[in-house]
């Protein structure tokens, strides 16, 4: 490999960890591959058991508690698996993007919400002035009112990691030549894309994404769908609250709960009931998007063709690398 190439190789590596793809570069991806042994990663599972139990029993001890014994366990079992993701299985990278990449978003908040909020509100606010929905929501404790979050939250990452597989399918095969070049402009291999797309005639079968790599991608555009969900559900828990302190009399409410609402502390417009149904709604409202930005039409012009346009400029930047690195791997 000759100094130019090595200086492009280096150069485009270091734009992959930017990106959030620590696999697209053999050396990362070796590692986590090492990383990944069925010896290493019972290992460390027994390291965090031992750990979770030991900090468990400690908190145990102390406080006296099982209850936040067991979440002192849990915890700290985690923070050792997440060590181990960050720094082994080289996630960091992608963390370290999803980080950049949601504060990047908040300049998109504006005409996502313009977009986006007026059509969803039509189905959404139904639903807020509905009684059956206040005396559900407001039944559930913190506990279960989160987990039903966490439970469409991974409705939604389901649905997505069903859909983004046959978006990478539909790029690898599309990705000809001219599409190819343009998708490395404003990376480092912009000068010379053209040149080696041209002197490489089977560059195309260096489009296939397969392996790590693949599983890399799609955590990717996984992440960066969920960023743009995540923005609009706050922003539809935002408008609720503002609707509901306006318009939802303490008696309206009680005739629906049978109860009198509970005032939040500090903020006497706002009651409890009125926080719980407005997640509730948030995460709903996040599911339904998801959905619509795959299928619908109208949804997926405005929000996920900049998905597909970050696949492509992957999918095209990674062919030409490979060119350059003939050993390269998936």
Not at 15 to 22: E, I, M, T, Y
Not at 39 to 46: E, G, L, Q, Y
Not at 219 to 236: A, E, N, T
Request: hydrophobic fraction near 50%; proline fraction near 3%; include cysteine.
């Amino acid at each position: 490999m000759s100094g130019g190439s090595s200086e492009l190789v280096a150069a485009t590596e270091k734009w992959f960890l930017r990106h959030g793809l620590p696999y697209f570069v053999e050396s990362e991806r070796r590692i986590a591959q090492r990383g990944l042994r069925a010896r290493r990663v019972a290992t460390v599972a027994a390291v965090a058991a031992v750990v979770g139990l030991a900090a468990g029993g400690l908190v145990g001890w102390w406080l006296n508690d099982k209850t936040n014994a067991t979440g002192a366990a849990l915890a700290a079992a985690l923070s050792v698996l997440g060590w181990y993701a960050v720094t082994t299985l080289r996630l960091g990278a992608i963390g370290s993007w999803a980080i950049l990449r949601t504060t990047r978003s908040i300049g998109l908040l504006f005409p996502l919400v313009t977009r986006a909020l007026p059509l969803l509100l039509l189905f959404i606010t139904f639903l807020f002035i509905n009684a059956e929905v206040w005396q559900v929501a407001s039944s559930l404790d913190g506990g279960v009112l989160w987990l039903s979050v966490m439970l469409f939250t991974a409705v939604a990452c389901g649905f997505l990691l069903v859909r983004l597989p046959e978006e990478l399918d539909r790029v690898d095969q599309e990705m000809g030549h001219d599409r190819l070049v343009a998708a490395c402009s404003g990376t480092p291999l912009e000068p010379v894309a053209g040149k080696i797309a041209a002197e490489h005639t089977d560059l195309a079968g260096h489009t296939q994404v397969t392996g790590f790599q693949r599983a890399n991608l799609i955590l990717v555009l996984l992440v960066s769908q969920l960023v743009q969900v995540v923005m609009l559900s706050i922003s539809v828990f935002l408008f609720f609250l503002v609707f509901g302190a306006v318009t939802m009399q303490p008696s309206v409410i009680e005739s629906w709960i049978g109860d009198l609402p509970r005032a939040v502390p500090q903020l006497p417009t706002l009651s409890l009931e009125l926080l719980q149904v407005s997640v509730f709604l948030a995460a709903f409202s996040g599911l339904y998007f998801t959905v619509y930005a795959v299928t619908d039409q109208t949804y997926r012009d405005q929000f996920f063709t900049s998905l597909t346009n970050e696949l492509e400029q992957a999918v095209g930047v990674r062919a030409v690398y490979r060119s350059l690195q003939p050993e390269a791997t998936s």
